[in-house]
Structures are given as structure tokens and as C-alpha cells.
């Protein structure tokens, strides 16, 4: 059994990695000559983001072949040799399944458009109102109504995301047989981790229009979701104890996820959950501007490591991935407190129970772009967005100002490797812009810096390995109350941890609850913290105390 409790992802969005032909847009051979890095770093996976053939209209996310490489990012001997390249430094490959949808260019929906009865039930199709109007109310996750109406065929397929990402219908077994055949052809190639898009919204339940929200109570943890991927596990990568699997859950419950991740249930190996990353929203709402709720994040946090830890299951620990902004952007400080803050992030997520994911570009504290025009932007959902945005009235100014903090393309610039034009990036005019503080953010100057970001998260992927109450001590906060301080501890039988976090830039005075006897620090961003009960905690100060009993 592969223990996934002391792993830590790398996540690689490759088309903004490394590109290795001089076209601007990041490739496989890219990831293949950045491993070196990756080893130091001491990372045990590579998530790699969807490199299948695809028109990229969400940048891959619309799959138009599960099988090969589009030739854009390389060849399938590229991947095979990347995949054995990393295996030399002890390093798997996780790979991206997009099942909850195709790109409308797979062949299976050509055919299903071309009329082929076989084909056609591999969607959701549903016909629409007498008046033109679409079979039910329910919103794309990118804007407008989620159906899409085809003249031919007088009916509506549904999209629950972009018009050319038409959703499978599950519930045909031959879906899930193709789908299967998918997963075993990678795990015919040696591949040992997957990571399931959005995989918690394959079965879907009613059709009926939701008079309460956009529809997403009737396809979120819908009726067979968890027979679908039992199934799944059991068929194929259930088979081999060395595979391990993630699943997006978009808007998910924790219920739902003690089942997900259940170390007994015959799912996943372990889910990503958004909720703690709603607190700069208002309620679903991510295009507005307010701050964080720093309480908000705390109790959501929290409440999800007691409550996954008291059902046996598990967390994948994260701050970002590719739809989500630059973290010290949206929590820390890109100022004068930008390496402290960097490092006290890194270490809230890290020292929790589960299996921590780091972002391209995270381990060197990247932050967002601050992109000032439209024609800047990439991502589909920020382009509609800002449509959608200046058709309610708002102001060109305070478009630009929401998509700025909110936009996906914040995580989506090229990895800064050094300071040169291009950013070590490419040679070529990259397929996104850099952003201009790679001359000062990057991986060169941090690499052998032994205070850098660099170095501390190595550190904390080191201390995981080592520890073992990290990787699997029981969870309990510390002081939830507390304005700005956020703490808890970890315990064995054999081992206590102490983990203490000053989320500001505003010093705090903190008196821990714990009797501090024994403990030393193991970690921190300051010189010269100590364990003391009573701290007067500096800017971002944080700290990693431990005791082995
Ligand atoms: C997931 C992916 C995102 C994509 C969406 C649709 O949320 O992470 O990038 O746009 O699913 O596939």
C-alpha cells in the first residue's frame, strides 16, 4: 500500500512550466528538464494538467482524445519518457481524467451529432420549451444557461461548463465502460496517480428548473455518484494498492466526502474541497470584491480535519491550483512581509492531516499578475465574466479591479525560473503573459538560498517524511476565537506538535494553551522564535513546536 499520508503533489500546469521548442507554450519535454528541480524540492508526485488532444477552449479541460498527447505538448514517447525519468528520482506521475465531460470534437460526440443512436446516448440531451426556451433553468459554472441547442437534431445537450464541453451521460454503461478502458490504458503505461475533474458532479439527478440557485443542488453529490465510483475503483485502478486517486468535489458536503475518501469506502483516495477557499466570496458569488473572512476560514478549515479525521477519510491540503489566485496575493502580502507570509501559508498547510498539493510557482512565493487589460487575459470563464459583469452595469474600472483578484489566469503566468526577458520561461513571446516581478520573484535567486520560500518548503515536504505526527497525528485546534491567530495542535502517542500562525501584518500577543515543557521549535520564518507560552507574535510570524514524549 502506498502511503499517501507522508506524499506530497507538485501540481504542474505544463503549458506554463517550462517550454522546451521555443513556441511560448509550455510541454512535456519541458517537465522532463525542470525533474532535477522538482527532486530538490523533494516532491513525491507530479499532478500533470490535462495534455490530451484538445481545441484547449479551457485549456484542455475539453478532452478530445483520453488517449494521446496532443502533439502541441509533445508525443506519447515524450510522456513515456518523462514518466521514466521521473520514476529514476522517486517521482510518480498523476494524471488528469476529465470525466464529467467531453470536448463536442471527441469523436464520440461527432458521432453523436452525425445521428448514430449508439452515440447519442453517451450525452444528456433533453428538448426544450414549445417557445424556444431550454429544457430548465440551470447555469453554466462559466455563465449563461447550461444547455446548448442543436438545430440538426431539434434538441438541447447540457454543458454544465463551456457550450463545447457537453457533459456524459452516466448512466450509460457503456460511458462507463469506455471511461474505464481510459483508466487502464495509463495504468498500462505505469501510471500510478489520477487526479477526477469535477468528479463529484457525474450523476446528475432530476432535470427540474431549481427556483432556489443556478441548479447545482440537483448534479452536486448527485443519487449514483458513489455507486459510479466504486464501480470505477473496483474495475481499475482499485486493483493496485500503489495507484493513488484524488477527486475534485465542486460545492461538495462533507458527508458526502467521508464516502469520497473513506480509507474503508472503495472510492478515493483522498478529495480537494473549495469551502475554505469561498471566504472572499459572498456567498457563491466569486465575482465581487470583499475581504477575507479570516474567522470563516478557520471554522471551514478546521471543521474539515476534525470531521474527516473522525470518519477515517481524508484531506488533500491545498491553498492553490489552477483556478485559484496566487495564495500570498490573497492572504499574505506581496509587500514588505512577502517572504514571511509566504513561508507562514506554506506552513499552516502543510502541518495539517492530510496530503498537502503545491502549485507551480507557489514554492517561490508567484504572485498575481495584475493584469490591466482584456486582451491579456486567456481564461474563458474570466472573459465571460467580465462581459457578464459590465452587461449588469458595473464599471469598466471595477471589472478589471474583481478579475484582478478573482481571475484563474492569476495562477495561470510562466513559472519565473530567473531574471532574464523571458523569465527562463521560453525563448518565444509565452501564450500568457509573465508577470514583470519575475526580475526579482524567482527560482534561481531562491534555489541554494537556504532563508528562502524555496528552502522552507522544503523543509516542511522534509518534516513529513520525518515526523510522523505530521503525516498522521490527530488534529485539534487552538483559541478558535482569536482574531488573527490561527493554531493547532497534531498528537501521537509518541509525538506533539504545536503549530502557530500570525495571519497578519499586525504583531499579536498570544498565550498558548498548551504547556509548553520539552518543546523545542522546529520551524519557522523568524531567526530566533522560540518556545515560549507566552509569544509576542511577529508579522506572519510562524512557528512549528515540537515535542517527542
Ligand atoms: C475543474 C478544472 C477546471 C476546469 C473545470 C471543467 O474545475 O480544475 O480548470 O475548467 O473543471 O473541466
Not at 483556478?323 to 490573497?330: A, C, F, K, L, W
Request: aromatic share 14%; net charge negative; glycine share 8%.
Amino acid at each position: 500500500m502506498y502511503d499517501f499520508h507522508k506524499s506530497v503533489v507538485y501540481q504542474c500546469y505544463f503549458k506554463s512550466f517550462y517550454d522546451s521548442n521555443g513556441d511560448g507554450v509550455g510541454d512535456l519535454r519541458g517537465v522532463t528538464a525542470k525533474l532535477d528541480y522538482l527532486q530538490k524540492l523533494g516532491v513525491d508526485y507530479i499532478w500533470l494538467n490535462p495534455f490530451f488532444p484538445s481545441p484547449q477552449r479551457d485549456n484542455g479541460y475539453d478532452v478530445a482524445d483520453y488517449c494521446a498527447v496532443d502533439p502541441r505538448f509533445g508525443t506519447m514517447a515524450d510522456f513515456e519518457e518523462l514518466s521514466r525519468e521521473a520514476e529514476k528520482r522517486g517521482i510518480r506521475l498523476m494524471l488528469d481524467m476529465v470525466f464529467n465531460h467531453t470536448s463536442t470534437e471527441h469523436e464520440w460526440f461527432q458521432k453523436a451529432l452525425a445521428g448514430d443512436p449508439d452515440y447519442e446516448d453517451y450525452y444528456i440531451w433533453r428538448e426544450g420549451g414549445p417557445d424556444g426556451t431550454p429544457p430548465n433553468n440551470w447555469e453554466s459554472k462559466f455563465g449563461g444557461n447550461a444547455w446548448q441547442y442543436v438545430p440538426e437534431k431539434g434538441n438541447w445537450y447540457l454543458h454544465l461548463f463551456d457550450p463545447t464541453q457537453a457533459d456524459l451521460n452516466w448512466e450509460n454503461p457503456r460511458v462507463r465502460k469506455e471511461l474505464q478502458n481510459v483508466i487502464r490504458f495509463w495504468m498500462g503505461k505505469g501510471v500510478k496517480g489520477f487526479r477526477f475533474d469535477v468528479v463529484n458532479l457525474i450523476s446528475k439527478g432530476s432535470y427540474e428548473s431549481d427556483d432556489q440557485g443556478d441548479g447545482r443542488r440537483f448534479y452536486t453529490d448527485g443519487p449514483r455518484v458513489h455507486e459510479f465510483l466504486h464501480e470505477l475503483n473496483e474495475a481499475t485502478f482499485g486493483t493496485d494498492a500503489e495507484i493513488i486517486t484524488v477527486g475534485e468535489m465542486s460545492s461538495t458536503s462533507m458527508e458526502n466526502c467521508y464516502k469520497y475518501a473513506g480509507a474503508d469506502t472503495g472510492e478515493l483516495s483522498m478529495v480537494f474541497s473549495f469551502h475554505h477557499l469561498k471566504v472572499d466570496f459572498v456567498g457563491n458569488e466569486k465575482w465581487v470584491l470583499v475581504p477575507f473572512d479570516f474567522q470563516k476560514l478557520k471554522n471551514i478549515l478546521f471543521s474539515w480535519q476534525t470531521g474527516m479525521s473522525d470518519h477515517n477519510a481524508w484531506n488533500a491540503v491545498f491553498w492553490c491550483n489552477h483556478d485559484q489566485p496566487r495564495v500570498v496575493s490573497r492572504f499574505g502580502d506581496e509587500g514588505e512581509y512577502w517572504k514571511p507570509s509566504a513561508k507562514m501559508l506554506g506552513t499552516v498547510i502543510h502541518c495539517l492531516r492530510g496530503t498537502p498539493y503545491v502549485y507551480q510557482g507557489e514554492e517561490i512565493g508567484m504572485t498575481n499578475p495584475g493584469f490591466t487589460s482584456l486582451d491579456q487575459y486567456r481564461d474563458v470563464e474570466s472573459i465571460n465574466h467580465f462581459h457578464i459583469l459590465r452587461d449588469r452595469g458595473l464599471h469598466e474600472d471595477s471589472a478589471y479591479d474583481i478579475l484582478r483578484v478573482h481571475s484563474r489566469d492569476n495562477s495561470r503566468t510562466p513559472m519565473q525560473w530567473d531574471a532574464s526577458e523571458g523569465g527562463g520561461f521560453s525563448e518565444a513571446e509565452p501564450w500568457i503573459s509573465m508577470n514583470p516581478n519575475h526580475k526579482t520573484i524567482n527560482a534561481a535567486s531562491q534555489v541554494d538560498d537556504p532563508d528562502s520560500i524555496f528552502a522552507h518548503y522544503r523543509k516542511l515536504i522534509a518534516l513529513r517524511k520525518q515526523y510522523d505526527v505530521i503525516a498522521n497525528g490527530d488534529f485539534a485546534p487552538l483559541d478558535m476565537a482569536h482574531p488573527s491567530v490561527l493554531a493547532y495542535t497534531r498528537r501521537t502517542d509518541r509525538e506533539d506538535l504545536v503549530v502557530i500562525n500570525n495571519f497578519y501584518r499586525k504583531e499579536a500577543d498570544w498565550t498558548c494553551p498548551v504547556d509548553l515543557d520539552g518543546f523545542t521549535c522546529l520551524l519557522s520564518n523568524y531567526a530566533d522564535s522560540r518556545a515560549e507560552t507566552k509569544l509576542h507574535l511577529r508579522p506572519y510570524e510562524s512557528l512549528v513546536l515540537y515535542r517527542a514524549n
